[in-house]
Nanobody, 118 residues
């Protein structure tokens, strides 16, 4: 069973930057596309960004376009989310997700708290 381990969350002032990392527990071909989602208190889970298996294609939610960048280190099966110009509305728990052979995000990280103060 693939496990995803996240790191890099924290507290930052508005306008600041943070980078989240997510590493798969095993170096395998079990994880295909990878992505980031977030959930703020009282809100539904929101898509943030995704990157294809080969790292060539990236996708972003409208609220983060131009500010966040997703990348991956394929050999290490690690995905990163570079967040810039953070806003208080970005405050949420961020979850890393990995796509399985079923074509669904079946693997999830434990969640990282990101708090942006105004």
């Amino acid at each position: 069973q693939v496990q995803l381990v996240e790191s890099g969350g924290g507290l930052v002032q508005a306008g600041g930057s943070l980078r989240l990392s997510c590493a798969a527990s095993e170096r395998s071909t079990s994880v295909y596309a990878m992505g980031w989602f977030r959930q703020a208190p009282g809100k539904e889970r929101e898509f943030v960004a995704a990157i294809s298996d080969n790292g060539e294609d990236t996708y972003y939610g409208d609220s983060v376009k131009g500010r966040f960048t997703i990348s991956r280190h394929k050999d290490k099966n690690t995905v990163y989310l570079q967040m810039r110009n953070l806003k208080p509305d970005d405050t949420a728990i961020y979850y890393c997700a990995g796509e399985s052979a079923r074509g669904q995000y079946d693997y999830w990280g434990q969640g990282s708290q990101v708090t942006v103060s105004s």
